[in-house]
């Protein structure tokens, strides 16, 4: 538990010094590379637009996570009946009441909180991933799979520019970073060139495994299920597609899919509501 606890700080501050690296890269190397001549540069050059393109994959990607943050699920334990005597930490063994059968509630040890369809607990935001931020999660990891995506193909623009090599052979970035470390051992690469080289395979690590944990995540929506509920083998009742989605994303999924907006209220408090 100590670990995971550490884990749990650790790995925001880990993404927020990866995000902090990538932006200034980017904005202070990459982009001023792509210039010429300042004095010559058309209002709409590839350069302007590639910074355009990134600035608002960034603010997406940071914005969600922000509201991932923010829309914490809400703690349901003090509107659970648990039963006679129970407390709420009987749910760590997965101990449930006949009074409490709310589908998906589950007790996070971390967050120390019983979360209404609890998916998974995130080490990179220090939050559970529920009903109530589960769209901002999952624009978080498809906004955080293009930045990075981007990121690496100016990198490999400069690298290209920067060493004259070519990438047309697809074998050329396979063998890079072996041939870059023999020659940064050497003294024939500088430090700053290997540092870009390195953050290459990095962006390239972290824009794959969002975009794949992105994509899993959306075939779970579209079946109605959470993580949590595929990992205790739970029966949910079937339901069409589309009102999955729209839990999920709500009717205005299109302004949410353009700019970082609040998830909508979860299912239970306007059932409470009413």
């Known amino acids: 538990m100590l670990v995971l606890r550490l884990l749990n ?3 925001p501050a880990y993404f927020l010094c990866i995000s902090l690296v990538t932006f200034v890269l980017q904005i202070f190397v990459f982009i001023p590379s792509m210039f010429r001549d300042p004095s010559t540069t058309p209002l709409f050059s590839p350069a302007l637009l590639h910074g355009a393109l990134f600035l608002f994959l960034s603010a997406n990607a940071l914005g ?8 914490s699920p809400e703690d349901l334990g003090k509107d659970l009946y648990l039963g006679e005597g129970a407390e709420v930490a009987d749910w ?23 979360t209404q369809r609890h998916d998974h607990h995130c080490f990179f ?27 690496l193909v100016a990198g490999m623009a400069y690298i290209s520019a920067t060493l004259s090599m070519s990438f047309a052979d697809p074998l050329a970035f396979l063998t890079l970073l072996p041939h870059s470390i023999s020659q940064f051992f050497s003294g024939a ?5 290997m540092f870009v080289i390195l953050m290459l395979y990095l962006w390239l690590g972290i824009g794959l495994a969002c975009a794949g944990f992105c994509c899993h995540q959306m075939l779970l929506i579209l079946r109605g299920q959470t993580r949590y509920q595929v990992r205790k083998g739970m029966v949910v009742r079937a339901r069409p597609w589309r009102d999955n989605l ?19 209220e979860s299912s239970y408090r306007r059932q409470k509501e009413k």
């Open 9 to 11: 700080v650790v790995a």
């Open 64 to 71: 969600n996570y922000v509201l991932v943050i923010q829309s």
């Open 92 to 114: 760590l063994d997965g101990n449930r009441s006949p009074g409490s059968a709310l589908p998906s509630t589950h007790f996070c040890r971390l967050c120390a909180r019983v």
């Open 125 to 151: 935001t220090g939050n559970c991933i529920g009903s109530r931020n589960m769209r901002n999660f999952i624009m978080f990891c498809l906004y955080t799979s293009l930045a990075c995506l981007d990121s």
């Open 189 to 193: 690469l500088p430090s700053s060139e």
């Open 246 to 264: 729209q839990e999920v994303f709500g009717k205005k999924w299109l302004l949410g899919l353009l700019i970082p907006v609040q998830n909508v």
